[in-house]
């Protein structure tokens, strides 16, 4: 049983290049999520997914976008990475009571 | 103001001391509370719920006091093991469910 798994685990980008996360999951959960962690800083919400075809903002989506066209994958696009976008990104789904994460994706803007 | 508030920390402590953590939270809409652990470089992970009624899971115990928007979290003899960094996570269990997150509680525990 994998759980959530995430790909790429590291990436380096430079200003201005385009990429996608993709984030997968098992265990047939409807909710999945998008997070950034920054040093100093809880994880903050990018965007969120109650079922499949279905996407909507969290706290800072500003610079990405998601799509959820099957129910077990949620992915993550950055159209023009920023330097502001350097972060460690999470990926979670939810069962009722507890949410899974995955192992991260380390993201380097230079 | 960040919604939850946690000392940063670092906590050293050595092992077998008992050490407390706390976190308070401003929206009291929120409806359920959690304890995660996250190791250095690594996902966060559910250590515990917690309950209105306080509730211990071997030597961790946690509180939760809904009127002053307080919760807590206490380790009984700290091992090694226990280094890490202790996040409050609070959610509302309607529409999104998404967590929210302070900023975690640095703990190490020595030799």
């Known amino acids: 049983n994998a759980g959530v798994t995430q790909t790429p685990k590291f990436r380096v980008l430079k200003t201005g290049q385009s990429m996608t996360l993709l984030c997968a999951q098992d265990m047939n959960h409807e909710y999945m999520y998008w997070y950034r962690q920054d040093p100093g800083m809880g994880l903050r919400l990018i965007h969120y997914s109650v079922g499949e075809g279905t996407t909507a903002k969290g706290e800072v989506p500003d610079g990405y976008n998601v799509s959820r066209l099957k129910k077990q994958n949620f992915l993550l696009g950055l159209e023009s990475a920023a330097p502001s976008q350097t972060s460690v990104y999470f990926c979670?789904?939810?069962?009722?009571?507890?949410?899974?994460f995955g192992p991260g994706t380390r993201l380097t803007v230079t | 103001r960040k919604e939850v508030e946690q000392d940063p920390g670092p906590f050293n402590v050595p092992e077998g001391a008992t050490v407390a953590f706390n976190c308070t939270y401003s929206?009291?809409?929120?409806?359920?509370f959690f304890w995660y652990r996250q190791d250095c470089r690594k996902e966060p992970k559910l250590l515990m719920s917690v309950y209105s009624s306080g509730n211990e899971d071997g030597r961790f115990t946690a509180q939760l006091n809904r009127a002053s928007q307080y919760i807590s979290l206490l380790i009984r003899d700290s091992k090694l093991s226990d280094s890490a960094t202790y996040l409050c996570v609070v959610r509302l269990d309607t529409g999104r469910r998404a967590l929210t997150f302070g900023s975690g509680t640095r703990l190490q525990v020595q030799p």
């Open positions: 979670a789904s939810s069962a009722p009571y507890e949410q899974y």
């Open positions: 929206n009291s809409a929120s409806q359920s």
